[in-house]
Nanobody, 115 residues
Framework: QVQLVESGGGLVQPGGSLTLSCATS????????MGWYRQAPGKQRELVAI???????NYADSVKGRFTISRDNAKNTMYLQMNSLKPEDTAVYYC?????????WGQGTQVTVSS
């Protein structure tokens, strides 16, 4: 089973920025799709952004123009650059790695947007 380790969460003021990282225990190119999801208290987990093996990306409407997903194949790491953060972005953010046979999750990292 692949290990996914998220980092980079924390407390930030509204309008601020954070960059999340997801380090994988095996070659990142082995995954068909990788993505970031989030879960706020009392809500279901939701898709934030995904990136395919070919580099194609897709974003939730709520984060379009503010968040950027990327990956570094040499470092086996995926990133989520988050700008113009809003209080409603507060959630635990999870990394996901998907193949046609498996779907693995990280442990999550807390992002809190508050003044």
């Amino acid at each position: 089973q692949v290990q996914l380790v998220e980092s980079g969460g924390g407390l930030v003021q509204p309008g601020g920025s954070l960059t999340l990282s997801c380090a994988t225990s095996r070659s990142i190119v082995s995954f068909n799709v990788m993505g970031w999801y989030r879960q706020a208290p009392g809500k279901q987990r939701e898709l934030v952004a995904i990136i395919s093996n070919g580099g194609g990306t897709n974003y939730a409407d709520s984060v379009k123009g503010r968040f950027t997903i990327s990956r570094d194949n040499a470092k086996n790491t995926m990133y989520l650059q988050m700008n113009s953060l809003k209080p409603e972005d507060t959630a635990v953010y999870y990394c996901n790695a998907y193949t046609v046979w498996t779907s693995d999750w990280g442990q999550g990292t807390q992002v809190t947007v508050s003044s």
